[in-house]
């Protein structure tokens, strides 16, 4: 039972679990292949009011850390999450990972002509 206006919490079955481990898993490891062995790459699973929560963080070794974080929908989590929006979220934290390395160095001149 909830209070009226309070979100219901959101279990997870076992499978939907272990879908949101695999996506989340497939996440960093992407982030990690588009890296160099010096930024850290980690995630973390936790279930908030909104339901469950990922989140997927680089640390850089230079700059400020940068994550993403998103709640799925359980539905989501039945049909699996696409291939294409876990590869968008990995290419951005790296991308976001190397700015901050960067802007950290002072070093913000393209290399390509």
Known sequence: MTDAGSPAAVDLSPDQERQLRRAVAGIVSRTESYL??????????????EGPQATVAVNPPAGHPVSAG???D??????GIAESDTDEVARGLA???AV?????????????K
């Not at 160099?36 to 009011?49: I, K, Q, R, T």
């Not at 901050?100 to 390509?112: F, L, S, W, Y």
């Open 70 to 72: 998103f709640t799925p």
């Open 74 to 79: 359980p539905e989501d989590l039945d049909a």
């Open 36 to 49: 160099p062995d010096s930024y850290a790459v980690g995630s973390e699973l936790s279930v908030g009011a």
């Open 95 to 97: 991308a976001s990972a």
């Open 100 to 112: 901050q390395v960067m802007d950290a160095v002072g070093d913000i001149t393209p290399t390509a």
